[in-house]
C-alpha cells in the first residue's frame, strides 16, 4: 500500500513532459504524481531567539489564561487525567504537559486512497495539494454566485480527479444546500468515494456524522484494514479564542478512537478571534493548535492528527476579513517553523483571496498566499483550489486557474537540481560563444522535461493572441472547467461496495427526519 | 546626504496608518519610504555543495570556453593588463581572476537623487523597487496596444513618482518611438529629472548618450559632486551566450570612468541564449554578471556596480519565450545566493509574465516572480511595475496593480516582529477564552498600523461589491491611473538647472540629424 506513483514521480516532476500532457488531455487519465516529495528546503523567516519567545507567549497563555472546553465532560476528565488544571470547563495547562501529550502523534504517516496509487504521504518532506473547503455558494462567470448544491458539489470532486496537479480530493468542496443539513454527510462521503479514487476528508459537524463517515470508509477499505491504516480524516476549527466546542472535540475524539486522521485548524481573523499583531495571532494559534492535537492523542495516543493553521487578516476600517494578505503570509512561515519544532505534520494557507471575481486580484492574492503555503514547508496545503470571495464561494473559473498554479508550484518545489546534465557545461561548450543554443544536443535531449508547461496561461505573441480571440485567463478557465466536465470518466468501483454504500446512506436517511438548518 | 525618509520608515511600515492613506489620496505629496530595509531574510534555496558545484561550471566557462568582447579594444587590453588569455576578441580568465577583479566594487553604495531625501541604498538588506524598463509598445484598456511616445513615457514617470511603494524613477520606462533614436535619450533623462525627484537611470545604447546621461546628471548635482557620488547608472545586457559587445562594454566603461553605476544583467532565454536547464543557465548568468561588473572594476577599480540577472524560460513547443514561471524563480533564488558570495548588490527578477491583459494570469507569474525578487535578497527589484506581454508592452493598468503589489511587499519585507507588544499576551489574558477582541485595548492601540491596506484590492463583501458596479481588478486599476495623473503635481525644480538641462539638449539635438533606427 505504499505510493508507487508518487515513487515514480522524480519530485514532482512526472507528468511534464510532452506525453503526459497528451494523457491530461485525452481527460481520463490523470498523470500526475500521488503526492510531492519536496526538494527544496522550507523558508526559516525567524530566528531561534524570537521563536522562543513565541513559544514561551503559547505555554503562558496555556498556563495562565486556559483554553475552554465546552460540552464536552469526557474531554475535560482526560485532560484532568493527564494532569491539567480543570476548573469547570476551563483547562490550564502546566508547562510541557501539551507537548508530553503530543509526542505520541505520528510525524509522517500515509492516508490510503481506495486507488493504492494515490495514497498520500503526510509529514516531512511530502505535500499534499487539496481543493477548498467550506463555502456555501459556488460562482462562475455564466451563472454568478449562488448556494451550492450537490450537483455542484460533484462537479468540484471531478475537477479535482482530472487535476493531475491535486492529490486529494477534499471534504466540503462546496456545501450542498439542497440536500438537508443532517443528512448530506452522507452525499458528500459517497460523492468523494464514487466520482473520485483519491483521499478524503469525512464530516466533523456532529460526532455521528463523523462515524457514518468512518463507516462509510470501513465499506469501502475493511473495517480490519481502517483499524490500522488512516484511511478518512476530519478538518477541525477551534472556536478562536482559547475555546475548544463539544462539536470540534467529539469529532476528534470519534477519528482518533477509530484510528483515524485529524486536521486541527486554529481560524484567526485578526483583530477579532484574536490579537491585531502577528506574533500574538501566531502565539494564540499555536497554543489553540497543540491542544487540539493533543486531544486526539488523549483519546487514542498515536492516532494521525496534523497541526494546522488559517490565519488571515480584517480590514479594521470596516471589519471585513481580509484574504492573501502580506501579514497572514509572514506569520504562515513563522507557523511552519512552530511546527517543525513539535515534529509533527502540518496543515498551512492555500490560494485565499477575497476577491469575487477570478481576476488579477484573486491571483495576486492566491499567489502570495501559496507561496507562504509552499515555503512554509506545509504538507497539506489546504484549500488549494477554488477559493473566491474571502471563502465565501467555490468558483469554478478559479479552481482550474488554482490548479494550473499548482502545476506551477510542483515545478517549483523540485527546485534546483545540480548534476553534471543540469550544469550543462557540455552546452555552451558545444557551440561557444554567441551560439544560440536552440539545436544543440543539451537542448535536444531535454527540452521536453525543461520547463513546466501552463495548461491554462497564454504565452502565444500578441498578433496569435489577438487572431484567437484576445482571451483572458478567466475565459480560458470558463472554457477549461467545462471540457474537463465534458471529458470527465468515472474511475471503476466495485458494485458490490458501491451498493453497500447506497444501502447504509439509504438506512441512514430514512432513520432521520430533514433538518434545514 | 543620508536617507532620513529611510530612517523613519521603521522597515517599509512608514505610510501603513490611516494619515499616510489619506496623504497618498491627495496626491501630490508621496509618503513612502526611500528604500526599504528588509526585516527578513534572504531565503537560501541550495546546499554549500551545490553552490559550488554551479560556481565551479562558471569558473570552467571562463577558463575553458571564455567570453567574446566585440568592437572594444580598450576592453581587451584592460583584461590583457589585468592578467587575462586574450586571442583575438575571445577572452579566458585564469581561475580566480575575475573574482580578483570585482574585490575592488563596494558592497553598499547610495545613488543620490536630486531630493536628498529619495536618495537610495543598493546592497546589503536594501531593497529598491523600480518600474519596467524597456517595452516598445504601451497599453491600457481604452486604446490597447499601440508604440510608446514620450507623452506615455513622461505619464509612466508621474505614475512612479505618484507611487508611495517604488523608490526610484528607473531607465527607459517605456521607449518614447516618436522622438528619434539618437535624441531620445535626451527627452527620457530629462523627464526623470523634471518630473520626479527620484534617483534615476541613464542612456546605454551608444558611448556618448551615456556620457550626455552623465553630463545632464552633472548640470543637476555639480560636477564635483558627481565625481565622488553616484547619481546616475546605466544598465546593460550581455548579449548571452557568452558574448559582451561593444555597446554595452562602452557603456559600463562610461559609466564607471565617471564614478556612476552600472547594472550588468545577462538576460538568458533558456534553450535559445543559454542552457534550457536552471542550474546550467545560472552558471551561465553567474560567468556573464561577473565579467560585465568587472569590466567597470577595470575601468575604475571602486566603482558601484550591481551584479544582476534576468532568467526567463522557454515554450519549446513554439519557441515562445515565458516569463513568472517556477524555474526562473527557482533560479532567481540561486542567483541571489551566487551574488551574496560575491558580496555585490543584486538586481534580481521582477513582476514578469507573459500575459496580454492585467488579468488573473498576469498577477499569478508577476506574484511569483516578485516573491522569488525578494526571497533571492534582491537590492534592486528590476521590473517592479508595468510589465506586459513579456516585455513588449508597458501596462498603465499593470502598472499600478504592481505598485500596489510592491506596498504588499513593503508589508511582507517587514517580517514578524516579536516583542511584547507584537506578542499580544495582555490581549488575551484581558478578556480571555471566547471573548472576541475588536473592542480591547491591545486592538485600538495597534489597529492603525495592524495591516498594510491595499489601495487596489476589494475586500467589501460581495453585496457591497455588487452594488458598487461589481468591477474587476483591472476596471479600478484604470480608473486609478487616471486618477493618479489627474491629480499629478510636479516636484518643485530649480530654475536655473531647467534652463541649464534645456540648454544642452537643445544644443546637443541641433549638432545631429535625425536618426529613426
Redesign the interface.
Known sequence: MAAPAASRSKGGRQGRGRAARRDRRIGAAVAGPAYITRR??P????SEE?LV??ED?SD??LE?????FQDDPRCLELWREAGADVTAD?VRFPKGLVRHVLSTAPAIFTQHARNPERSVKFGGDHVVFVPSYGAPFVMDLDKG?RYGTIEDFRNFVKLAYASPWLHHSGGTVCEPTDVPVNKRHLDMVYSHIRYSDRAFLGSITAEDRAEDSIEMARLVFGAEFVERNCVVMGNVNC?S???WDAMATKSIRAYARANQGTVIAPFIL???????????????AHAEAMVGCAVSQLERPGAPTIYGNFLS??????????FG???P???S??VGQLCRRLNLPLRCSGSFT???????????????SM?ASV?SGANFAFHSAGFL??L??MSYE?FV?DSD?CG??H??LA????DD?????S???E????????GSA??LA???T?????D???????EQ?IEAG?E???TR?NRRWKQLLADYEAPPLDPGIDEALQDLMARRKASLADEWH
Chains 1, 2 share one sequence.
Request: hydrophobic letters at 40%; charged letters at 15%; aromatic letters at 8%.
Open positions: 527544496i528546503p523558508y526559516d523567516i525567524l524570537a519567545r513565541i507567549t503562558r497563555i495562565e489564561i486556559g483554553i475552554r476551563l454566485r472556536n479564542p482559547l475555546v485578526g483583530g477579532a478571534m484574536g490579537p491585531v499583531t502577528t506574533a500574538g495571532a501566531v502565539a494564540q487578516s480584517t480590514q479594521l476600517r470596516t471589519g471585513s476579513p481580509t494578505t502580506p501579514e503570509a509572514v506569520g512561515l513563522v477575497t476577491s469575487k471575481l477570478p481576476d488579477a486580484q484573486a491571483m495576486m492574492e492566491s499567489a502570495t507561496h515555503l470571495d474571502g465565501l464561494s478559479k486557474m498554479y506551477h508550484m515545478a517549483y527546485g534546483v537540481p545540480t546534465n543540469q550544469l550543462a557545461f552546452a555552451l561548450a557551440g561557444g560563444p554567441g551560439q544560440h543554443l536552440f543539451h537542448t531535454n527540452y521536453e525543461a520547463y513546466w508547461e501552463s491554462l496561461s497564454d504565452s502565444r505573441s500578441y493572441w484576445s483572458d485567463a478567466a478557465a
